[in-house]
């Protein structure tokens, strides 16, 4: 390190904010800059550390261990700036980070954004829109403040604040595949709870299960369910999505919780008091009706033929 250098504040928010968001990108949509600056100052700080600060692992980017410890000092510097300021009379709002996934409530998200805003006044509020596990992730790392998550993340703990209804979904007119063919199946790229959950629920009616398409956010899985691809278990709030059918021939599900995860040292206030409005928020959710046993008797008939085309016991 170059002992005459000196670490700049603003290069220094720009790295939390890589932490924060996950990634270049969503570190310059959030300071409302561009990813070429993001690049160019984590590039400085490199220099005057004298280290590399973040690496490529496949496609991720992650930082090293000089960048995890320069986080960490990061953190604590720009806290005492703020504070200093504070005590001289130009406090800047505090800063709150939080996640959550986009599949779990895709069409009232917007809703569910302005709603988390609203319960946070005071703060400067950056979103972080990703997979449960990634969020939970990084919560339990300190590097979001919270993260509304779903259920089948496991040993992550939080408080639950709803649940979903879990659907079998496809394209209109999908019918299975012959007895002994494979059932295609589209999903999320593992680590995912929900993935196993779908493959071991096919696999005790018998299918040998499939993976056509992987992928890693809502619209992917969602698109490649509507070309026929395969078909989904997804949670969903306001019944269906757009350009799918539920199969209600294929055994229920149930639901799925939704968890709010908070990082150690999180003021308890605001944990407590975001977790109050989500639960007033997904209990007003007009969920639809997930499967019911009471099916229509045309219902309960497509069920039983569904069924019958099983290949159980092979």
């Not at 990108?25 to 990813?35: D, H, K, P, W, Y």
């Not at 895709?106 to 449960?132: E, I, K, N, Q, W």
């Not at 939970?136 to 919270?146: F, K, P, Q, S, Y």
């Amino acid at each position: 390190m170059d002992m005459g250098a000196l670490l700049d504040l603003g290069q220094l928010r720009t790295f939390v904010a890589i932490a924060e968001c996950g990634g270049f990108g969503r570190a310059a949509s959030a300071l409302r800059t561009s990813q070429p600056t993001v690049s160019q100052h984590v590039r400085s700080l490199e220099r005057v550390v004298g280290q590399p600060l973040v690496e490529r692992v496949g496609r991720l980017t992650r930082f090293t261990v000089a960048g995890e410890a320069l986080l960490a000092e990061a953190r604590r510097l720009l806290a005492a700036h703020d504070e200093a300021m504070c005590r001289l009379g130009a406090e800047r709002p505090p800063t709150l980070t939080v996640g959550a996934i986009e599949h779990a409530a895709s069409p009232v998200l917007p809703d569910l954004l302005t709603v988390l805003m609203a319960a946070l006044p005071g703060h400067d509020v950056v979103f972080r829109l990703d997979r449960s596990t990634v969020l939970a992730e990084a919560t339990l790392r300190g590097t979001l403040d919270m993260a509304l998550i779903l259920g089948a993340v496991a040993n992550v703990g939080g408080m639950e604040v709803g649940s979903l209804p879990l659907r079998w979904l496809a394209a209109p007119g999908w019918s299975p595949p012959a007895p002994g063919a494979p059932l295609p199946l589209v999903t999320f790229q593992e680590p995912c709870g929900l993935r196993q959950q779908a493959v071991r629920a096919l696999e005790r009616l018998g299918w040998i299960v499939r993976i056509t398409t992987e992928a890693t956010h809502l619209d992917g899985v969602l698109t490649a369910t509507r070309a026929r691809l395969g078909i989904a278990l997804l949670p969903t709030a306001c019944g269906v999505p757009q350009g799918l059918d539920e199969l209600h021939q294929l055994p229920p599900q149930g639901t799925l919780g939704l968890r709010l995860l908070s990082r150690q040292g999180l003021n308890p206030a605001i944990e407590t008091y975001a977790g109050d409005v989500l639960r007033d928020f997904f209990s007003a959710v007009p969920h639809s009706r997930a499967y019911r046993a009471d099916l229509p008797n045309g219902e309960e008939r497509r069920r039983e033929q569904y069924l019958a085309r099983q290949p159980i016991g092979h």
